[in-house]
């Protein structure tokens, strides 16, 4: 059974940082074969992962849908929508040693993508079971998620920074997991950009109120703004610097990863 984890929070409080970095240290840690998907509409995980963005989902189901509208369409003669579906799906998976990286892309267009969605929902779920870990990096409204794209997540990690109104933010999507009954098995917080990795009193205390469960704290880490600065992907930031220790501590919690 492949294990499923979304990470979701509020715009720029860290997702595709943490969800990077745990992607590589559960393909460290040995427990690959890992499908991670990008489903956020301004997809970055590949930078942090360091590899080259493959074509997107959003992309094929353009190429699919012109096809209908296009006399000279992607689709060659003699070939079925399901059968391109099929044979453009290959390229967009990048194919790294113990990952492989699919991008959902942007949801373009007026026309009815019904259709190409169901195809690719289908070819999701042939796909994804084979992988011990389906790890996804989503926008705030875990849009794939809810309309059935992606599949039915066992663990949600919501990411925040350590401010009052993030943790408040992260409350609101808990409550709307809640509402949207997606059969989460489980929900924790994770804090980002803590300077010293410590949290004040008052922010406990809003994670307390919102009723959100605490699995860590991710410190603020300056060699963050180096990588990126320098362009290096942050997979290879040291392995006993602060951002991937907590991480680490972190995984230990999570008893069914
Ligand atoms: N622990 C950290 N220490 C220092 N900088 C960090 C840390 N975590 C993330 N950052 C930086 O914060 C910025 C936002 O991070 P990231 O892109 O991962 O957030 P996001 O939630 O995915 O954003 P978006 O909502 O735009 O997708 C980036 O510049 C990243 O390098
Ligand atoms: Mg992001």
Redesign the pocket.
């Known amino acids: 059974m492949t294990y499923t984890i979304a990470f979701a929070?509020k715009?720029?409080?860290?997702?595709?940082?943490?969800c990077g970095l745990f992607v590589d240290h559960l393909v460290k840690a040995g427990k690959g074969p890992i499908l991670a998907v990008d489903a956020?509409a301004?997809s970055?995980l590949n930078e942090?992962l360091g590899v080259e963005k493959p074509i997107t989902l959003g992309d094929i189901r353009e190429e699919i849908a012109k096809s209908d509208l296009v006399e000279k369409g992607p689709i060659p003669p003699g070939m079925s929508k399901q059968e391109y579906a099929d044979f453009r799906f290959g390229s967009a998976l990048t194919e790294e040693k113990d990952y492989d990286l699919l991008i959902m892309g942007r949801t373009q267009g007026k026309g009815c993508y019904c259709f190409v969605n169901d195809l690719l929902r289908a070819q999701i779920k042939r796909y994804y079971q084979n992988y011990q870990y389906l790890v996804v990096?989503n926008?705030a409204g875990l849009e794939h998620i809810s309309r059935g794209i992606l599949p039915p997540v066992d663990l949600i990690l919501l990411?925040s920074d350590c401010s009052r109104r993030g943790i408040q933010a992260a409350g609101r999507i808990a409550e709307m997991i809640g509402q949207l009954d997606m059969a989460v098995k489980e929900v924790h917080l994770i804090v980002?950009?803590a300077p010293g990795g410590k949290l004040e009193e008052g922010i406990l205390d809003e994670i307390n109120a919102q009723k959100l469960s605490l699995i860590g704290v991710?410190?603020?880490?300056?060699d963050?703004?180096q990588y990126?600065a320098a362009g290096k992907p942050?997979v290879e930031l040291p392995e006993d610097g602060p951002?991937k220790t907590a991480l680490r501590e972190i995984v230990q919690k999570l008893k069914a990863v």
């Open positions: 929070g715009g720029g409080t860290g997702k595709t940082t943490v956020d301004n970055n942090v990096d926008e990411v980002n950009r991710v410190p603020q880490d300056e963050v703004y990126d942050l951002i």
